[in-house]
């Protein structure tokens, strides 16, 4: 079946704009996930939605960052005015479970550079 | 989330199992080991959880020590397709909504 797709794969943009990155998961996964990825480090956690649960948006680094999920369907990420420590690929996961299930699964990412 | 330790890198001939050891000697009762891997450019890739009984998937086979304080992940037959860093996790199996990757070993099927 088809997995997690996120879009757009690879996205440039100039210092200071904003960009939205969309993740589509696996249908009838109730839990979505998004991540960072650095070059060469591990996963940084952003935010979670469960449902139509208020999401955990502890992980956000800053309120540049915000997300929203569409019922148990498409999220999206925005960064506004986005910086050059903001380059990472960011990842989104599904999963089956809610209550932060340890079994994910992984879109292949976007790769956000900015210039 | 305990800490895991595993090797840095290894080297498995294609065609033969490669079993990627981890240990996680402060491992709590309630803690489950998690594997996955990540092939460079790609996400992550879910591969296995166990409690303590050894168990079983199409991907893999996950073998875990009585005292649980260590675990192997075996791919029977590995591939070049294989090629990738392995990550082992241990964490409880809900209630954390973020996987914290260490560093992994990085494992070359050689052709």
């Known amino acids: 079946g088809a997995g997690v797709s996120q879009s757009p794969s690879n996205k440039v943009t100039e210092k200071g704009k904003d960009v939205e990155l969309r993740c589509d998961p696996i249908s009838g996964h109730t839990a979505l996930y998004w991540y960072r990825q650095r070059l060469g480090q591990g996963l940084e956690f952003l935010i979670y939605?469960?449902?139509?649960?208020?999401?955990?948006k502890s992980g956000l680094p800053s309120d540049r960052f915000s997300a929203e999920r569409t019922g148990e369907s498409v999220s999206t990420l925005t960064i506004q005015r986005t910086q050059q420590e903001d380059s990472a690929v960011y990842l989104c996961a599904s999963s089956p479970h809610g209550g932060g299930y340890g079994e994910q699964y992984f879109g292949p990412g976007t790769r956000l550079t900015v210039t | 989330d305990a800490k895991t330790t595993q090797p840095t890198s290894m080297d498995c001939a294609e065609g033969r199992a490669a079993n990627l050891p981890c240990n996680h000697s402060?491992?709590?009762?309630?803690?489950?080991v998690y594997w996955y891997r990540q092939i460079h450019s790609q996400g992550p890739q879910y591969i296995i959880h166990?409690?303590?009984n050894n168990e079983t998937n199409e991907m893999a086979s996950l073998i875990i020590t009585e005292d649980r304080k260590s675990s192997t992940l075996i791919l029977p037959h590995a591939t070049l397709r294989d090629t990738a860093v392995y990550y082992c996790i241990v964490r409880v199996l809900t209630g954390a909504n973020n996987l914290f990757f260490g560093t992994g070993t990085r494992l070359t099927v050689i052709p």
């Open positions: 166990g409690l303590k």
């Open positions: 939605f469960q449902g139509n649960s208020a999401p955990d």
């Open positions: 402060t491992i709590s009762g309630n803690e489950y």
